[in-house]
């Protein structure tokens, strides 16, 4: 056969994956390119990773002792049993922190840097065409609605959290099949906390980005496994939010079907 055909690649579920994960690398491509709003939106993030290091250095402090109380069953079993199991049991702690704090410090660095937050999400807009219906909610209101969203999801973080720490306790499984399950509810309720600014700007609330997200799950999927991974890097949350949240912004239009090729060539 002759001629000039162009061959359309099958969308799959992986490669809506892919794409959903390198969105987090759009995102820091472009507040790269505006240094200054990249250290205002690390402002934010600095002083919620200041608390947070603190309460992960007592964790892990008092892991040990955590470890023993949430075991107590194994108290009389012998020696190296007792010994494994309390291993098992700390991991499962320190894996439950580590999820807990991630989709925490998401909620409560977002409420602390909102405006610097908002602005940057604006501007990505701005350089993919912009939100001719933009709703002017007013600071005070916006506050209040992320406020009310993000102790849903902070409720929700904590509902789904003991499940998996109980399990967390199965050996084997529990350090493998596991942390993989973490990984994709943390990167969905993730996705949820970081796409708030761009559907509040066009007046949708926690269960109007919930039903769009959904409606492609492996690019949502993708997003937030990016994300939640690199925010269990040490410094990575408070380095990398400017970008998660430009990424958001991204993820949001697409979800929206709206585009996210350049339209204007002026700067974040």
Do not use: H
């Not at 799959?12 to 969105?23: D, P, Q, V």
């Not at 200054?36 to 600095?46: I, M």
């Not at 940057?120 to 002017?136: K, M, N, T």
């Not at 408070?238 to 912004?249: D, E, F, N, Q």
């Amino acid at each position: 056969m002759s001629g000039d055909l162009s061959e359309t690649r099958p969308v799959t579920a992986f490669r809506e994956f892919a794409t959903g994960a390198g969105l987090l690398g759009r995102g820091l491509g472009l507040v790269l390119r505006s240094p200054r709003l990249l250290l205002l939106g690390l402002v934010p993030a600095l002083l919620s990773g200041i608390l947070y290091i603190v309460a992960l250095v007592f964790l892990i402090r008092y892991l040990p002792d955590l470890s023993a109380q949430v075991t107590w069953f194994a108290d009389d079993w012998a020696g190296w049993l007792r010994s494994t199991t309390r291993v098992f049991g700390g991991i499962a702690v320190l894996g439950l922190g580590l999820l807990l704090s991630v989709l925490t410090f998401t909620a409560v660095t977002l409420l602390i840097g909102d405006p610097f937050y908002e602005k940057i999400s604006e501007l990505v807009e701005d350089r993919f065409g912009g939100v001719p219906d933009a709703v002017d909610v007013g600071f005070w209101r916006s506050l209040r609605r992320s406020l009310a969203d993000s102790l849903k999801l902070v409720g929700i973080s904590i509902v789904v959290a003991v499940p998996l720490f109980l399990m967390g306790l199965i050996p084997v499984a529990g350090q493998t099949v596991i942390p993989v399950v973490a990984g994709a509810v943390g990167g969905w309720l993730l996705t949820l906390e970081l796409t708030g600014v761009p559907f509040q700007r066009r007046g949708q609330r926690l269960r109007d980005r919930r039903v769009v997200l959904a409606r492609n799950k492996p690019l949502t999927l993708g997003f937030g496994a990016a994300v939640f991974a690199t925010f269990l890097i040490p410094l990575g949350a408070v380095l990398l939010m400017p970008a998660a949240i430009a990424g958001a912004t991204l993820l949001a239009r697409r979800s929206l079907n709206k585009p996210i090729a350049i339209t204007t060539t002026a700067s974040l």
